[in-house]
């Protein structure tokens, strides 16, 4: 059974010509781009190939550009770097919404004395600017706010606080990673300071990442070490994902119009129908304004992960806004932070779809899901068989 | 991805027994949709005094409607007698084994049953005692300690497993941790530990003394105190209402409630004001 994948959000599948473009260097090129000699040294302009790819999707410089492993360790960077290069501030500002690689980070720095704030939103999930604003003091080092949220797709005015940040000489640093490849950017039109990317969210493999830094911005290394990205992160490259990148970046340039017209056709698709023929279940986060692909819908008085496995039974693939699938018991804190009633929050599916899907698989779950939901409500001690469909 | 037993599986599938039962004769129900999983158990017996029919309704995952399934196909053609001897091991065992973080399901089920039979019978339910410690599910300490006890758990994971405790925001780990290093440790720590004050006595007193004889003081100001955590002899507040913007806050902490908690609790005891926002959960 061939899976219908609606986890991009999670993890995308690598475009066949990125994998064609990393295997030379399993097989031939393996040399190590520091290496004196040629059969190494050319490596090492393949890998500015790549930053310059990187570079151009985002309206950076191929400099600003450093590889990481993934976009936790550029968010890790981002952050830590902020707080060594200035020592005299103890203050970070993010929201109540952010992925762990943020929040557990800023959790962990509050109990090492440093203060945070966490910026709460709206029951759509949209930031509150006013609070925000009053809360950026002398002593904040840096505002961290995502671009685009990784379970409702809400998108986030980071220009505009950027520009807020810059006014007031804070850093200011996005975690990208969902918006990259979705949202046309040009960084070098923003104040935004730094920005973490992922590969695996843009159809090249796991294990590779980016952050861009400024030009003229204060930065210590996260990894310390060897030389390698001018020492700003030692390390051996990984170069066939550094390769990897950069092809993704080219293929998302090409893809963006794609993305923003035929996935976000097939997301509206889904959405409006699920939500049109299913009672009581209700489209989370900011619509108007969200990632073309990703669709976070609550089926009411019903579980997320009873839902998960029954369309996996099928082969779909999603994944729950309910943590019951990811550790914690609790629902999602993005969805809590919203204020999503817990009748709801618990049976939350999050749909987040590729250029790769299809109208039939679409219809596919359209067909399939209805009957799931209907099922598990009638085994459910709080659904009323009088809102029945 | 959860690794459940074919029988889970074929449980959740396939559940026996969904429904209720109008005329039942007796009739549980646990959990509740802030918590993530709920369920109702309904069963009806026979002119033998023998379970004739049972149902159940669960709001939950999995291995939540596949244990409800399984008990009641296991209650089945019992007595009640027979029926009150069942533990959520059984239930557990019948499916082939939960995966650890989901005992709880079968943990319900057992409620459920228990329940069920004592609304029956008429008997009071019993009554949950203790002092709450996991605020997000409910659960108190006396429930942890006998959970620890009886099934001999030996981490926070395997009681976070057993009864959601602390499968929240986490701000009771350390609570948990206390009580579970009571009995693991052995008699031998344990007594060393009774004969100065545990860890947990020593935050049960705080809270007691702050509440009782601090509050109440700084609420007539218009401010409040919380209690934040206890390391060694440092207990970390944080200030709240007008108290956290007054001036003279330090010198409240210090002369009040420091002194306070000192005679109260332990005399080389110091207070720490927290001033962070970070407050997530």
């Known amino acids: ?389 | 991805m959860w690794d459940y037993t074919e029988k889970v599986k074929e449980h959740f599938l396939n559940p026996r027994n969904v429904g209720t039962i109008e005329d039942a004769d007796g009739v549980g129900e646990v959990g509740s949709i802030a918590c993530g999983d709920a369920l109702k158990l309904t069963f009806k017996l026979d002119e033998n005094k023998k379970i004739k029919d049972a149902r159940f309704q669960t709001f939950g995952c999995a291995s939540a409607i596949a244990s409800s399934s399984a008990l009641t196909e296991m209650i089945k053609g019992l007595t009640l007698d027979e029926a009150e001897k069942i533990t959520n091991e059984d239930i557990a065992d019948y499916l082939g084994g939960l995966p650890k973080e989901k005992i709880h399901c079968s943990v319900m089920g057992m409620e459920a049953l228990e329940k069920a039979i004592s609304s029956y019978r008429g008997t009071p339910e019993k009554i949950v005692e203790g002092i709450e410690v996991c605020h997000c599910f409910g659960v108190t300490d006396i429930e942890i300690e006998k959970a620890v006890k009886e099934h001999n758990l030996k981490t926070l994971d395997e009681v976070t497993g057993y009864l959601k405790a602390g499968g929240g925001c986490g701000n009771c780990h350390d609570e948990i941790q206390s009580i579970i290093d009571k009995f693991i440790d052995g008699p031998k720590k344990s007594a060393v530990k009774l004969s100065g004050m545990t860890t947990l006595q020593k935050i049960r007193l705080i809270e007691e003394t702050l509440e009782k004889e601090i509050k109440p003081a700084l609420l007539k100001d218009g401010g409040d105190i919380e209690l934040v955590d206890v390391d060694g002899t440092t207990v970390f507040v944080r200030l709240q209402g007008s108290c956290a913007t007054c001036s003279r806050s330090k010198i409240t902490l210090k002369n009040h409630v420091e002194a306070k908690l000192r005679e109260k609790v332990v005399h080389n005891l110091v207070v720490e004001e927290v001033v962070d926002e970070a407050r997530i959960c």
């Open chain 1, 1 to 389: 059974m061939k899976p219908v994948y609606v986890d991009n959000n999670a993890t995308t599948k690598v475009a066949p010509e990125i994998v064609e473009a990393m295997l030379p260097f399993y097989t031939e090129m393996y040399g190590n781009p520091s290496s004196m000699h040629t059969f190494g040294g050319q490596v090492a302009s393949h890998i500015e190939k790549a930053r310059k790819q990187v570079a151009s999707l985002l309206g950076a410089l191929p400099e600003e550009i450093i590889f990481t492993s993934c976009g936790t360790e550029s968010d890790g960077a981002a952050i830590r770097s902020a707080l060594h290069t200035q020592p005299t501030k103890n203050h970070i500002i993010t929201t109540m919404v952010e992925h762990p690689a943020i929040k557990t980070l800023c959790e962990t720095l509050s109990k090492h004395g440093f203060r945070i704030t966490t910026v709460p939103v709206d029951n759509r999930g949209r930031l509150d600017m006013d609070f925000l604003t009053k809360n950026l003091t002398d002593d904040t080092a840096i505002v961290s706010v995502m671009w685009a949220n990784n379970e409702t797709g809400t998108i986030f005015p980071v220009e505009e606080i950027a520009e807020l940040c810059s006014q007031k000489g804070i850093l200011f640093h996005t975690d990208a990673v969902q918006a990259v490849g979705k949202i046309d950017m040009d960084l070098s039109k923003t104040k935004i300071d730094m920005l973490s990317l992922s590969g695996h969210k843009l159809h090249a493999p796991k294990g590779i990442g980016a952050l861009y830094v400024r030009k003229g911005t204060k930065f210590t290394p996260f990894m310390i070490g060897g030389h390698q990205e001018k020492g700003k992160r030692a390390g051996t490259e990984n170069v066939a994902s550094i390769v990897a990148l950069g092809r993704a970046c080219d293929f998302a340039r090409e893809s963006m119009e794609k993305e923003n017209t035929y996935v976000k056709m097939l997301r509206d698709k889904l959405e409006t129908t699920l939500t049109t023929i299913i009672p009581k279940a209700v489209a989370n986060g900011d619509l108007d304004n969200r990632l073309p692909n990703t669709s976070s819908i609550s089926f009411e008085f019903i579980e997320g992960e009873a839902i998960l496995l029954m369309m996996n039974e099928l082969g779909i693939c999603a994944s729950s806004g309910s943590a019951c699938t990811s550790g914690s018991l609790e629902p999602s804190h993005v969805l809590r932070a919203m204020g999503v009633p817990y009748t709801a929050a618990h049976g939350t599916i999050r749909f987040s779809l590729s250029i790769y899907n299809t109208e039939e698989e679409i219809d596919f779950i359209i067909e399939k899901l209805p009957p799931i939901i209907k099922r598990l409500r009638s085994i459910s001690p709080y659904w009323d068989k009088s809102w029945d469909f």
